[in-house]
C-alpha cells in the first residue's frame, strides 16, 4: 500500500513515457489505484501498521476524487 501511496501520490512518468499504447500512463494508474478502493477499504480496521495504510491510501483516493 505504502508504494500505492507513493505512485498514486508523486508519481510523473519520465519524459518520454507518459504514454503507453495511446493511453496517459499517469492517468491509467490514478484509474486502477481509484478501482480498487472498496478493496482498501475493507482493510482500514484495526490498530496495524496495514490499516494506517489504508486509511493513508484511502485518503488520498477521496482526495483525488474529490
Partial sequence: ME???DLGGSFVPAE???NY???SVQETLN???HSIRHHV???TEG???RAKSAAD???LI???MA
Avoid: K
Fill in 62 to 64: 477521496d482526495d483525488q
Fill in 47 to 49: 490498530n496495524e501498521a
Fill in 41 to 43: 477499504a475493507s482493510l
Fill in 3 to 5: 508504494s500505492l501511496i
Fill in 57 to 59: 491510501l484511502l485518503e
Fill in 16 to 18: 518520454g513515457y507518459e
Fill in 31 to 33: 484509474a486502477f489505484i
Fill in 21 to 23: 499504447l495511446g493511453a
